[in-house]
């Protein structure tokens, strides 16, 4: 029982400084608490028809360039952990923006107040690229499986910190929330050196395989649908706001839940989860934008749905897919998180200069059904054509909790994929942590002693164990965390 305990409480500091990230963004993104702080600011009105707040243009904004430089980074620097400096700076900056466009600014004389909240949407974006990165990263190595598990874990509970925080008067909710990123980042260090080092030979890999353009081009579609839905729906009048905000909250719980739902009950693989699942509800968002409040803000409840179900869904995918091609998991998740950002910063502008110029209900139709058709034929084209499939598309993330889930053959395979093994090594690693000799390995793979020794030497080597016991220990170790 103890075991169990200790096996079930193992990733629970992973999913509170993850959850402590998630509440970070829906309290300064999606709560009144820090729109509120713009009314006045009437000099950084950025878009033509005046609806997007500063906040997320210029915050969005620096988060993209913020993502394109980590990812210039991250093809010759990875894994990006190993960058010391990086987490601390990260969240001292996102820290410090919030403090930025919080009531603290009150305390001002003008025209300091504009010019801080314009510093701290610009510190808030940049800072939190760098702990998402961080972030993913750290998850993707885990595998799907338990991916899934932290990351729906952590929205759960964020959720529940975030209703907490709602009940609180607004200063004391924007000065903890301004603390956020300084306990996750604080906690993600903390975890990251109790965590194995990771061995030279996968430290500083140059990309060299090709870029996933069909991951790419999906992560781009739903990003511009979100852009979309927060430029054309999510703009609210001050009575409706509240219903916004706990309908997001509901939402984004709901979305949660289904991802678990639909992969460890129904084991969809993530061609189904994508093209049957999170596009058609990101489409049906878009079916309340003809009409008036508060039955367009039920549409952006429902477009985040979609949106949140597919956001864990292409973390999955991440993990698949940094396993599968051997490429860095840093170059990986900060390229899928910058076509997501990039299409939401277009979708919004889009969004913004389409109501400057279209401003009836029947403008609003036609803008609406052609938001619909584009994301369901795109759904239809790529699921449909078999040419247009994926090696991960049909990838089942959780199958495996059924069929070898904890098992020493699951914990083998999942090491030899991690550390990039080759077929052979893969066999004689296979026999070495069952405790097979070389002279059993040589008869049992019709091979030679001197090939043995050399292959043993190799696994050792990106492994980083010294011993044929360090390496059953370590088999034993990723069992115990499976």
């Known amino acids: 029982m103890g075991k169990q305990l200790k096996r079930m409480m193992r990733p629970a500091p992973d999913t509170a400084g993850f959850a402590a990230h998630w509440a970070w963004i829906w309290c300064v993104f999606w709560s009144s608490q820090f729109y509120n702080e713009m009314q006045n600011l009437n000099a950084l009105e950025l878009m033509p028809s005046g609806i997007l707040e500063p906040l997320w243009v210029l915050s969005l904004g620096t988060n993209v360039l913020a993502l394109a430089v980590l990812l210039m980074v991250s093809r010759r620097c990875n894994p990006l952990a190993l960058v010391r400096w990086l987490p601390a700076v990260a969240a001292l900056a996102t820290c410090a923006g919030t403090l930025c466009i919080s009531h603290v600014t009150d305390f001002m004389p003008a025209p300091w107040p504009g010019r801080l909240y314009a510093v701290g949407s610009v510190l808030t974006g940049a800072g939190s690229a760098a702990i998402v990165v961080l972030w993913a990263e750290r998850f993707t190595s885990f595998g799907p499986r338990r991916l899934v598990h932290c990351f729906v874990a952590a929205v759960l509970a964020a959720v529940v910190a975030y209703i907490a925080l709602m009940f609180l008067p607004t200063l004391l909710f924007q000065c903890l929330t301004a603390c956020m990123p300084l306990v996750g980042m604080g906690i993600y260090m903390a975890q990251e050196q109790k965590s194995p080092r990771v061995p030279l030979g996968f430290r500083n890999v140059a990309v060299r395989g090709p870029v996933p353009w069909m991951l790419v081009a999906i992560a781009l579609l739903f990003g511009l649908s979100f852009g979309l839905m927060k430029g054309l ?250």
């Open 233 to 482: 729906l999510a703009p609210a009048t001050p009575q409706w706001i509240e219903l916004r905000d706990w309908l997001n909250v509901v939402a984004i719980a709901g979305a949660a839940v289904a991802v678990y739902v639909t992969m460890a009950v129904l084991k969809m693989d993530f061609d189904h989860l994508t093209y049957q699942v999170a596009l058609p509800l990101m489409a049906a968002g878009f079916l309340f934008l003809p009409l008036h409040e508060p039955y367009s803000i039920i549409g952006t409840a429902v477009h985040q749905f979609g949106y949140q179900y597919f956001y864990i869904v292409l973390w999955a995918i991440w993990s698949t897919v940094a396993a599968h091609e051997k490429v860095p998991a840093a170059w990986i998740v900060t390229l899928g998180l910058l076509a997501i950002q990039l299409g939401q910063l277009a979708g919004s502008l889009g969004a913004d200069v389409a109501l400057h110029c279209i401003s009836s209900d029947l403008g609003k139709a036609m803008i609406s059904s052609s938001c619909i058709f584009a994301i369901l034929l795109a759904s239809l084209f790529v699921f449909g054509s078999r040419s247009a499939s994926t090696a991960w598309g049909y990838v089942r993330p959780m199958e495996e909790i059924e069929e070898a889930g904890g098992s020493t053959e699951a914990a083998i395979e999942a090491l030899s994929r991690r550390f990039r093994l080759t077929p052979r090594e893969s066999d004689v690693f296979a026999l070495l942590a069952r405790g097979r000799n070389r002279a059993f390995i040589c008869a049992d793979l019709v091979i030679g002693e001197e090939t043995v020794k050399s292959h043993v030497k190799s696994i050792y080597r990106k492994l980083a164990v010294h011993s044929q016991q360090d390496l059953i220990n370590l088999v034993e170790e990723e069992r115990a965390n499976r």
